[in-house]
């Protein structure tokens, strides 16, 4: 097993990958497009999200509109919100589950239970690290 200073390192470090997805979640920047016409004032960008999309004007106004149905929502739309959620929730197993199998705890006593809560940890942060890097090079 790992020592105690690199397991604590891991630790921090799956969980700022988990904070940066749970970022990349709420944000709309997924798909960005920007539309430029004869002149300055006209000119606009769109942000489609997972869960929003919004307009910029080139006053800097900007207007947000969450989608409105789940049913009026494309194939890939939904699938994404699934993955990304799931991706969310291995996040957070698998800082559980680092937390109870780390050296630095005594939640766990068995040194055999320890390792096999560290694994488990280990495979869910490459579960979500997988989801969330097909869902933003796919999208």
């Given at each position: 097993m790992a020592s105690q200073g690199?397991?604590?390192m891991?630790?921090?470090?799956a969980l700022l990958g988990w904070l940066g997805v749970i970022m990349?979640?709420?944000?709309?920047?997924?798909?960005?497009t920007a539309f430029i016409g004869s002149n300055i004032v006209t000119a606009q960008i769109m942000w489609e999200g997972i869960w929003m999309s919004c307009v910029v004007q080139s006053t800097g106004q900007m207007q947000c509109k969450?989608?409105?149905?789940?049913?009026?929502l494309g194939s890939d739309l939904q699938a994404a919100r699934a993955m990304i959620i799931i991706?969310?929730?291995?996040?957070?197993?698998?800082?559980?589950?680092?937390m109870a199998g780390g050296k630095c705890t005594n939640c766990v006593e068995d040194?055999?239970?320890?390792?096999m809560a560290c694994l488990t940890a280990g495979v869910l942060f490459v579960i979500a690290g997988l989801l969330s890097f097909i869902l933003v090079t796919c999208k």
């Open positions: 690199i397991q604590i891991g630790m921090i470090t990349a979640c709420g944000l709309p920047q997924w798909k960005v969450v989608y409105d149905s789940m049913l009026a991706s969310i929730l291995a996040g957070v197993f698998g800082i559980i589950m680092s040194s055999r239970s320890k390792a």
